[in-house]
T-cell receptor, first 116, second 114 residues
Framework: DAGVIQSPRHEVTEMGQEVTLRCKPISGHNSLFWYRQTMMRGLELLIYFNNNVPIDDSGMPEDRFSAKMPNASFSTLKIQPSEPRDSAVYFC??????????????FGQGTRLTVV | AQSVTQLGSHVSVSEGALVLLRCNYSSSVPPYLFWYVQYPNQGLQLLLKYTTGATLVKGINGFEAEFKKSETSFHLTKPSAHMSDAAEYFCAVTGNTGGFKTIFGAGTRLFVKA
């Protein structure tokens, strides 16, 4: 398996523009997580899905952020409109999500977002 | 609810010295505990994990961690630091609270001096 695949790897956009980050989890994994990493706040859980259903979105900073998982192999994180304070590295991770040893999270390489 | 506290945002050791990175957790259910490592411009990689069974867990690159329930701790150690160990390390906890939500600590950046 190629692992968790995120695109794009880097995104530079102007303030006010819409940004869409994409993630393909590992095949067969049924939990997917979106994290945001900044120097100031560390690694924050934004939202996670189990079997394509959002379970906890309490980490989503505000209504400008939205996430979808239309099927088991694809998820998006959208920011509209984007602001400079959204600049961060956004990670997607997936897990098997079953009780036992399979709760290890596999991370993508991240998307470095810069909003100017 | 779960939470993780990593003591010390930065740790500096000399090459060959003991590495000790501290992690304390809280969890309302039996936890699964993890240490991940992040190298520059990379995603996080699993170092080791505790789920059930033996409380001393060995991971990759000579790292190990001991789960101490009475102390709610899961400290990461390595007997002898190598320059290549310089990275950021994250402790994480996962619990079955209606879904498997993994919460990460703030991270500890390890510096290794020659």
């Amino acid at each position: 398996d190629a692992g968790v695949i995120q695109s794009p790897r880097h995104e530079v956009t102007e303030m006010g523009q819409e940004v869409t980050l994409r993630c393909k989890p590992i095949s067969g994994h049924n939990s997917l997580f979106w994290y945001r990493q900044t120097m100031m706040r560390g690694l924050e859980l934004l939202i996670y899905f189990n079997n394509n259903v959002p379970i906890d979105d309490s980490g989503m900073p505000e209504d400008r952020f939205s996430a979808k998982m239309p099927n088991a192999s694809f998820s998006t994180l959208k920011i509209q409109p984007s602001e400079p304070r959204d600049s961060a590295v956004y990670f997607c991770a997936s897990t098997l999500g079953h009780l036992g040893i399979d709760t290890e999270a596999f991370f993508g390489q991240g998307t470095r977002l810069t909003v100017v | 609810a779960q939470s993780v506290t990593q003591l010390g945002s930065h740790v500096s050791v000399s090459e060959g010295a003991l590495v000790l990175l501290r992690c304390n957790y809280s969890s309302s259910v039996p936890p699964y505990l993890f240490w991940y490592v992040q190298y520059p411009n990379q995603g996080l990689q699993l170092l080791l994990k505790y789920t059930t069974g033996a409380t001393l867990v060995k991971g990759i690159n000579g790292f190990e961690a001991e789960f101490k329930k009475s102390e709610t701790s899961f400290h990461l150690t390595k007997p002898s630091a190598h320059m290549s160990d310089a990275a950021e390390y994250f402790c994480a906890v996962t619990g079955n609270t209606g879904g498997f939500k993994t919460i990460f600590g703030a991270g500890t950046r390890l510096f290794v001096k020659a």
